[in-house]
């Protein structure tokens, strides 16, 4: 088989999206297996069977992201294979090191949304909710960085939804992960509070010791949007089957509607409170999306201080307090 060769296999069902697109690319490699379930485990079985192809042929196991609805299977389908399991530079560690980075990420999702301004009570539940993956607490992972081949795929660094988000060129065909989804846009700022500095400040892949309220996420997924659009290969997503080709488009003006209305509400609340010290990102999240519960807490929240920080940089609103941060528009 050739490696431009691609099939999909549809696993798991449970995520808000749609269930999982695992792309088996020709009989040496499968990029994101899906989420630690015994019943997606039972649908990639399935499908590698259909395609005839055995765990044992395989070469590779590719993460486009860390998310576990992503990753979750991919320790259990490497061991399996006996094949070499790698991920972008930036996503490897929650994967590798499972245990120690989850204990991290908790503590700085708690840290993150205190200084978004999120309550208390909220952040609680968000951690609460925020239950262990059935995954080994360590295990190697191999770091890919952009333009890196394995198994006759290149890594794409595709930054935004994640701080290591990486798609993989195989043929005519990018598969692209949640850096583009046929119906849902995907999550920028709440689904991971690492920070994302845009290739216009800072290029370098590293998590400072700051949440993601000093890093430009939004700016970073833009210009992932840019890189992916100049691109002549076919995108295919990690949920659903398609990507219609004014997608990428219609998530550009998502975001630029949603940054114009990130604003309007700073406006009107300096206009009806000007003796105050600006506005958390958690009081517009709940102005732009009503009443969060949740993982929408730390997602809503996490939009909205990405849209603020974009506009902080863009010079059009001022930061006037830290912790927790507030914004208000310049006059």
């Not at 400040?201 to 000093?214: A, F, G, H, I, L």
Request: charged share 30%; hydrophobic share 35%.
């Amino acid at each position: 088989m050739h490696t431009e060769i691609v099939e999909r296999i549809g696993v798991g069902g449970e995520s808000p999206e749609g269930d999982n697109s695992a792309y088996l690319v020709g009989d040496r490699a499968l990029v994101d297996p899906g989420p630690p379930t015994d019943d997606a485990w039972a649908d990639l079985r399935a499908g590698l069977e259909r395609a005839g192809v055995a765990p044992s042929d395989l070469e590779a196991v590719l993460v486009t992201h860390w998310h576990v609805d992503h990753a979750g299977l991919a320790p259990r389908l490497a061991d399996a294979a006996d094949a070499t399991l790698a991920m972008g530079t930036g996503d490897a560690p929650l994967v590798a090191d499972y245990a120690v980075e989850r204990d991290r990420r908790l503590e700085r999702d708690r840290e993150t949304m205190r200084r978004w301004g999120v309550p208390a009570d909220a952040i609680e539940s968000v951690l609460e909710d925020d239950t262990p993956s059935p995954m080994p607490d360590s295990i190697p992972v191999e770091r890919l960085a952009d333009g890196d081949r394995i198994a006759g795929l290149e890594a794409v660094s595709t930054p935004g939804h994640t701080l290591g988000h990486t798609a993989f060129a195989a043929g005519d065909v990018l598969l692209v992960g949640d850096a583009v989804l046929p119906t849902y846009t995907p999550n920028v700022g709440g689904s991971d509070t690492r920070t994302l500095r845009s290739a216009s400040t800072d290029s370098r892949v590293q998590e400072p010791p700051e949440s993601v309220v000093d890093g430009d996420p939004l700016a970073a997924y833009l210009e992932t949007l840019d890189r992916l659009a100049d691109r002549s290969e076919r995108l295919l997503p990690g949920h659903g089957e398609t990507i219609q080709p004014d997608r990428i488009p219609t998530i550009r003006d998502h975001h630029r509607e949603r940054t114009r209305r990130v604003l309007t509400a700073l406006e009107r609340r300096a206009d009806d409170d000007s003796d105050r010290e600006g506005t958390s990102p958690w009081r517009l999240a709940v102005d732009l999306f009503g009443d969060l519960e949740g993982s929408h807490v730390k997602f809503g929240a996490g939009e909205a201080a990405a849209h603020c920080r974009r506009l902080e940089r863009d010079g059009v609103v001022e930061r006037v307090a830290n912790d927790p941060v507030s914004y208000d528009p310049i006059e």
